[in-house]
């Protein structure tokens, strides 16, 4: 890549984040396991921290199993997403001052074109490990102790793969010239991209490690696994990765899901929740100002088939009623008889352009909306590791009341979170990130005194 080989990009992961958070907001929690995620039944674990991960804990391990791996005393919370964005808008703010290039790519990560810089560091001696080590010192203080993990490289790719591989805390430098010693050491699956089926397919063929995929010819990999994923193989196990760090990153979909606690088989229960994602799913639209034209459904059987059945619209729509209509279609056409443990609803094919219904004659002459071309997905998907983007998962069928790990305030005790609830009690432990670890009270779950509260102010009053 002639011109390219000096290219310095920095890749940024927070520790750890969602537990960290929790660590540094509830004192009583530093050093213990916590395991943040769905806390219900069939709930499924966002993050654990680094002692949870000790003991076996990981993120999209179901909550039972994490249950049953960690030992007594570990704390399981319920997602605090406005208190992780606060977090996060201090963390990009502070790459954003270090450079203009700064890609976003989910709440805890990005990528910072270093070449952009106003003063960049070199390559040459220890002025990049300095620089990155001053950011990393920064970036503890302005967040109330949060760490982060830096890989530094000439391409995306090479600069997370090495941000993964000095955790927590750590930098991890590859030099031009050094990606494919460092490269064809690991396994297939570090390729992004390449999954469990994709690695099981390379190993029928003797494939385990990057240095052996590289070893396979172009036209090898074209004829197993088609041009294009065959061909992205092939530059990628060299090391070949020339995507540019953007500024503005599209959202490819906006999505809702519940995961209930026992199966569900009414469909009248289920259309109702379609209604309520629908809703949510319309105010993200406008609040973002995009439309969508392609509308899923996402089912999960008991036991955890998962079916995605999707419509594409001739228009995009942001409307709450073109929206559910479509949802409701596309759930129809489910067997829901044996019970559903998962309803997902999304949106994708995001546009800053609507175009009204009324226009649907000029592309279709005479359609019904019913009638419209569907876009079917299969009746095998595996369950993901990750979100969708801007997904944010819900408390796992929990009906609005009292989460365990959510803020708190009571009018004689002050700031607190909650311990735990259940049996019309709720029991609130009182500390914050600037004080010791605190009493632990209880009281009815009515109580007018206590009321849910926005995340604490880790910064402290101002000097």
């Known amino acids: 890549m002639p011109g390219e080989t000096r290219r ?52 999209a391990m179901p ?54 810089a106003p003063d960049p560091p070199g390559w040459e001696g220890d002025e990049l490990r300095g620089w990155c080590t001053a950011l990393l ?9 949060l760490t982060a993990s830096i890989g530094v490289a000439t391409s995306k790719m090479m600069a997370k793969l090495a941000s993964e591989m000095d955790k927590p805390a750590g930098i991890t430098l590859v030099p031009p010239g050094e990606e494919l010693r460092v490269l064809h050491a690991l396994s297939v699956r570090a390729i992004p991209g390449i999954g469990p089926a994709t ?71 289920l259309e109702a929740d379609l209604a309520r994602m629908a809703h949510g799913l319309a105010g993200r639209l406008a609040a973002t100002g995009v439309f969508a034209r392609t509308i899923t459904v996402k089912a999960r059987q008991h036991d955890f088939t998962t079916q995605t059945r999707s419509g594409t619209l001739a228009f ?9 209509r479509e949802a409701r279609r596309l759930l129809g056409a489910v067997d829901v008889s044996s019970g559903l443990r998962l309803l997902g609803l999304g949106v994708a094919g995001l546009t800053a352009h609507a175009q009204e219904e009324l226009l649907l004659d000029t592309a279709y002459p005479g359609a019904d909306v019913a009638d419209l071309p569907d876009v079917v997905g299969g009746a095998d998907e595996p369950v993901p590791a ?78």
């Open 8 to 59: 310095c990009i920095l890749h940024l992961d927070l520790d750890a984040f969602f537990a960290a958070v929790e660590q540094r907001d509830k004192p009583s929690l530093r050093g213990r396991p916590v395991v943040v995620g769905g806390t219900a039944g069939r709930g499924v674990v966002a993050t654990a921290s680094y002692e949870a991960r000790r003991f076996g804990a990981r993120s």
């Open 137 to 145: 010192d920064r970036i503890t203080a302005e967040t109330g102790g």
């Open 63 to 116: 909550t039972a199993e994490a249950r049953r791996r960690c030992p007594p005393g570990t704390a399981f919370l319920g997602g605090r997403f406005e208190a992780y964005r606060a977090s996060s808008r201090v963390v990009m703010e502070l790459l954003r001052e270090q450079s203009p290039l700064v890609e976003q790519v989910s709440v805890d990560e990005a990528y910072v074109d270093l070449g952009a």
């Open 199 to 269: 690695a099981s397919r390379l190993h029928g063929f003797g494939v385990d490690t990057v240095a052996e995929l590289e070893r396979m010819s172009e036209p090898d990999l074209v004829a197993i696994f088609g041009a294009a994923q065959g061909g992205a193989l092939h530059r990628l196990a060299r090391a070949q990765d020339e995507r540019p760090v953007v500024t503005e990153r599209e959202a490819k979909s906006i999505s809702s899901e519940e995961t209930f606690e026992t199966d569900v088989t009414d469909r009248a229960r």
């Open 386 to 463: 990750g979100a969708d983007d801007l997904v944010e998962q819900g408390a796992d069928g929990q009906r609005p009341g009292w989460r365990t790990g959510q803020d708190v305030h009571h009018a004689q005790h002050g700031a607190g979170w909650v311990w735990g609830s259940g049996r019309g009690v709720v029991t609130v432990r009182f500390e914050g990130p600037l004080t010791p670890p605190g009493p632990v009270r209880s009281f009815a779950e009515n109580d007018p005194a206590l009321v849910r509260a926005g995340p604490p102010d880790w910064r402290g009053p101002p000097s």
């Open 316 to 324: 995009a729509t942001g409307e709450e009623a073109v929206i559910l």
